[in-house]
């Protein structure tokens, strides 16, 4: 390094960039490439080659002086060349011929450079002067000011132009050659070579604090694909796996660049990605945000560096480089402005410096390094020094980086987490306070009062409830691990790299004494707020996941088939059980109220059974769709005595009415039941459930529909959008019919919302129905980008042309009818499906006639692979193509509902009348990581725990993941149990 020169030429837009700024980049450049010498090259028409020669050299100036910055990052970049115009010109070559015989000219000219700027003799005021642009006429004070002003503004319009990490030409704007000429061009050299520099880092002539690696601007999608690949890796090591470098560039180009919706990239865009799924898909947008929270963590680390003027190379390599963020705190920590320690006062009474002379050998004793220090004041003995100096000592080595990462794998390698009652907590558990909230979760947590486990093995619902007794002083939590490597890692970053190195004079035990305080009372309780903070935030991710889960299963819940009227029934002691009778689309009937027989005289109880047998037999209802709140068990007997006096073929169902009190409140409900009673409306929500639960779900907040588990300890803001991405999700899979959807479930559209939903609703209501998917063009706002992003996931089931009622893009047309040619050929009556395959209607019919060829093929990888290259389309386009075509216009709830269809139950039971060992049919009300809660139909929920539930043999093996309860069950999905155990 010592002997090799770096050398950088100019861009002909860059000639007007003062020397000063040319100067700072190199320099900053030269570091990174931790060589000793730069060189600018500059051609003799440059502007700032005119202000060089215009300034006469100082007599007695050493060659290649460097000025006071320059000695301090220890790198010479005085020395300016002058060469030929055709230097900067040389890039422009056409032929091959032309670019060799320039290839050679530029090496010459390289070489010529270097050698001249080994002769020169310029002094470093002569450089400044130069590289301001003052003259010797100018150099006072003021007119100094004004060239400094006009070289900030100079950098504002240009420097920080060119070298604006979001250009597409980033790496010519700025490109740093060595001198053999060769660009930075690998992609490890490009990723952390090129250097982005903001102009007030160049007016200060301070470049090396504001060094930025090339892979934190979105420009370099190589080094953004390959971060994005490391944080996948760390969050999910078998989806890493299972993804290319190539697929994760496809979908941040699509995801981020082109700003597609994450559903229609995974439906319609699998020719680019190579069929990645919606998870997947999510994985790689999760990684994208971690590696931009990354890097705005570095960025944001850097300004405070530049704002304390902090040089150190070591600590601006360490942040640059930095892969996680507990890095960046790591190197951050000692720079962290904290309230007024005791290391401060020490450092305040000039005890910074006997901290300093302890950890160095040298003659005497601690008593005669610490005795000047002693001024009868503050520091009055001996021992009141050294003290001071090992509060100094211990802070040092709780902010020593490898202390901090050998603490942090200590905690999570063999870190165990305990938990104890805590004097409230005590009173609480016993009932000796009237705070019910704490009476509450003291209950809730009685089996964590006297819990140890180790940190690798807490399981995110254990931390959530742990957390939430921690919050409400009920339990107490400590995390207990080794500080013996923190301890050890910190003496010999402070002996300078050898732990063992005995200084003498009694200074070793002073420095082991201060180390050891500063570990256990200032690095360890710091340790341990992070780990536990790790912990929460892993729990909170899976208790956002779990809702999310359970939400999209709820959403996916087969429609009731057949469709019929509803009775919804929303029970209540009180005010008595609202009823509302809804039709076969949702729309009211009729209203009632009855009052529960269970309170009720028995004249008032059989008025009660006449008025809801009158409504059930009046309006033909054959399906009761029953609340799960207050009063839901005590409904359903008197409503299954009223079905049995009847008789008949009607059924009942349970359905949460999680929101439906939020609902009836809203603005929502007021529009569409404007003359109902808002009492009454929660019971059309209840019925309108049972008949299709997205329809109806789509109209409430995601948060207020309750399937989940610790929801109230989450972010508030995770949580929404992670549930709105669920919604979205689902409603895509599903699609919208464009002329009948509520404006509620148009604005769950991928890239709809709320405000184009509601255009294309009254441009409905105004022009009448959608004829077909084209004519939403029509509608303002719906330009061709939203169009290609929404269109896919709506339907016009009344259309002429039979591929309107599927999930088929209408830029898939031509291929969808080509297809069909390719398969009617050998029939022997064709049917010419249109005379140019982008133009005409497709049939029922003849889809009808081709089913069982289509069904052939579809899962046929060969034979998609050989239509597709007929067709010139990719097989999963295809694939997917085939599929819609096999099942035109069929929901895919109902397609395969099996378990979770919409079963109705046609007798209740009680929970005394049940035993042990006794077969049930349930429902699933919810999925947690611990198991599933069951509604079998008793008034409470039963719990099927994890270590229960029938597994798949690979999870029973040595080493394999824990079973997830979400792979084998979902919300609404009817299960056979037995009972094992009833705890009444």
Same mark, same amino acid.
């Given at each position: ?230 944080? &996948? ?20 180009? %699509? ?145 020593? *980086? ?153 959403? &996916? ?77 005590? *409904? ?79 972010? $508030? ?54 004829? $077909?998917? +084209? ?10 980008? *939203? ?83 007929? %067709? ?26 099996? +378990? ?53 043999? +690979? ?30």
């Amino acid at each position: 390094p010592a002997r090799r020169t770096l050398v950088a030429t100019v861009r002909d837009d860059a000639r007007n960039v003062p020397l000063a700024a040319r100067r700072a980049v190199v320099r900053a450049c030269a570091v990174r490439a931790r060589v000793a010498r730069a060189t600018i090259v500059i051609d003799e028409d440059d502007d700032a080659a005119r202000v060089f020669r215009a300034r006469p050299r100082r007599a007695g100036a050493s060659a290649g002086a460097g000025d006071a910055g320059d000695d301090a990052q220890g790198v010479d970049c005085d020395a300016v060349a002058l060469a030929s115009a055709s230097v900067a010109s040389s890039a422009r070559a056409v032929d091959l011929e032309e670019a060799q015989r320039q290839k050679e000219a530029r090496k010459a000219a390289l070489r010529a450079a270097a050698d001249a700027s080994a002769k020169s003799g310029r002094g470093e005021s002569a450089f400044d002067d130069a590289a301001y642009g003052v003259s010797e006429e100018s150099r006072t004070p003021n007119a100094h000011s004004r060239q400094e002003e006009g070289l900030k503004e100079a950098l504002r319009n240009n420097v920080d132009v060119i070298f604006d990490g979001k250009k597409k030409e980033t790496e010519r704007n700025l490109t740093f050659r060595r001198a053999s000429a060769r660009p930075y061009r690998s992609k490890r050299t490009r990723a952390h070579a090129l250097i982005f520099v903001r102009y007030e880092a160049l007016a200060v002539g301070d470049a090396v604090s504001f060094a930025r690696r090339a892979s934190s601007s979105t420009s370099s999608v190589v080094s953004r694909a390959a971060a994005v690949e490391l944080h &996948l890796s760390r969050d999910d090591a078998d989806t890493a796996r299972a993804i290319s470098r190539a697929q994760i560039e496809a979908a941040l180009a %699509l995801l981020i660049d082109d700003q597609c919706t994450l559903p229609f990239v995974a439906r319609y865009r699998k020719e680019r990605t190579q069929g990645l799924d919606e998870l997947q898909l999510r994985c790689v947008e999760k990684a994208a945000r971690r590696y931009e929270a990354l890097e705005a963590k570095r960025a944001s680390a850097l300004d405070a560096l530049q704002k304390l003027e902090i040089r150190d190379a070591d600590v601006l390599r360490a942040v640059t480089s930095a892969s996680t963020l507990e890095a960046i705190e790591d190197v951050m920590q000692k720079f962290r402005t904290k309230a007024t320690s005791r290391a401060d006062r020490a450092r305040s009474l000039k005890c910074d410096a006997l901290a300093e002379a302890l950890i160095r050998d040298g003659p005497g004793g601690i008593e005669s390094l610490a005795r000047p220090y002693v001024n009868g004041d503050a520091i009055k003995t001996v021992e009141d020094a050294l003290k001071f100096a090992k509060d100094v000592l211990a802070e040092r080595a709780a902010n020593e *980086t490898a202390a901090r990462a050998a603490a942090r794998s200590a905690i999570w390698s063999y870190g165990a987490l305990a938990c104890a009652l805590t004097a409230d907590g005590k009173a609480a558990a016993s009932g000796k306070v009237e705070d019910k909230t704490m009476k509450k979760i003291a209950d809730a947590v009685r089996d964590y009062y006297e819990f140890s486990a180790p940190m690798r093995r807490i399981k995110p619902h254990q931390t959530l409830a742990i957390m939430r007794a921690e919050n409400a002083k009920v339990l107490r939590v400590k995390i207990d691990f080794d500080l013996k490597g923190a301890t050890s890692a910190a003496m010999k970053a402070l002996l300078g790299g050898d732990q063992n190195r005995r200084l003498g004079g009694g200074r070793y035990g002073v420095v082991r004494d201060a180390v050891e305080d500063g570990i256990k009372r200032l690095l360890a309780p710091s340790i341990e707020r992070e780990a536990k903070g790790k912990l929460k935030a892993e729990a909170m991710e899976r208790a956002i996941g779990d809702f999310g889960a359970n939400l999209r299963a709820l959403l &996916l819940q087969a429609p009731l088939k057949p469709a019929s009227c509803v009775l919804g029934v929303d029970p209540a002691y009180r005010t008595g059980c609202k009823l509302a009778v809804v039709d076969e689309r949702g729309q009211l009937l009729d209203t009632g109220v009855v009052r529960l027989p269970q309170i009720e005289s028995k004249a008032k109880a059989d008025e009660g059974a006449k008025t809801l047998s009158a409504l059930i037999k009046r309006w033909n209802v054959r399906a009761i769709a029953i609340g799960d709140g207050v009063a839901s068990r005590e *409904t359903e007997t008197f409503i299954a005595d009223v079905v049995k006096s009847i008789g008949g073929d009607v059924g009942w169902r349970v359905v949460s009415e999680a929101g439906a009190s939020v609902y009836s409140a809203s603005e929502l409900a007021a529009k569409e039941l404007p003359n109902i009673d808002v009492s009454l409306r929660g019971a059309v929500s209840i019925a309108r459930r049972l008949q299709d639960p997205m329809a109806e779900l789509v109209k409430i907040d995601p948060a207020a529909i309750g399937v989940g588990l610790y929801q109230h300890d989450v972010k $508030e803001k995770d949580l929404a959008n992670a549930l709105t991405a669920t919604v979205e999700s689902a409603v895509a899979q599903v699609g919208a019919n464009l002329n009948t959807s509520s404006q509620s479930l148009l604005s769950r559209i991928p890239g709809l919302g709320p405000s184009l939903a509601g255009k294309i609703v009254r441009h409905r209501d105004e022009c009448g129905s959608f004829a $077909e998917r +084209s004519a939403l063009k029509n509608v303002p706002g719906v330009g061709a980008k *939203t169009f290609e992003q929404i269109i896919g996931f709506l339907r016009v089931p009344d259309a002429k042309d039979v591929l309107e009622h599927t999930s088929v893009h209408p830029e898939s047309y031509g291929i969808a009818r080509r297809l069909l040619k390719t398969l009617d050929i050998a029939e022997s009556s064709v049917v010419d499906l249109t005379a140019d395959e982008d133009v005409g209607t497709t049939s029922m019919d003849v889809l009808r006639r081709l089913k069982h060829k289509l069904s052939e093929i579809k899962d046929d990888v060969t034979a998609l692979k050989s239509y597709a290259a007929q %067709l010139r389309c990719h097989h999963l386009t295809l694939r997917d193509i085939v599929s819609d075509l096999c099942a035109p216009g069929e929901d895919v709830r109902g397609a395969d509902a099996g +378990s979770r269809a919409n079963t109705l139950r046609t007798h209740a039971l009680t929970i005394d009348a049940l035993t042990p060992g006794d077969a049930i049919t349930g429902v699933v009300r919810n999925v947690v990581p611990f198991g599933i809660f069951v509604d079998i139909g008793v008034g409470r929920d039963a719990l099927l725990h994890v270590t229960a539930m029938q597994k798949q043999p +690979s999870s029973s093996f040595a080493g394999a993941k824990p079973f997830d309860p979400h792979s084998a069950y979902a919300v609404g999905q009817t299960v056979q149990v037995i009972i094992h155990d009833v705890d009444t």
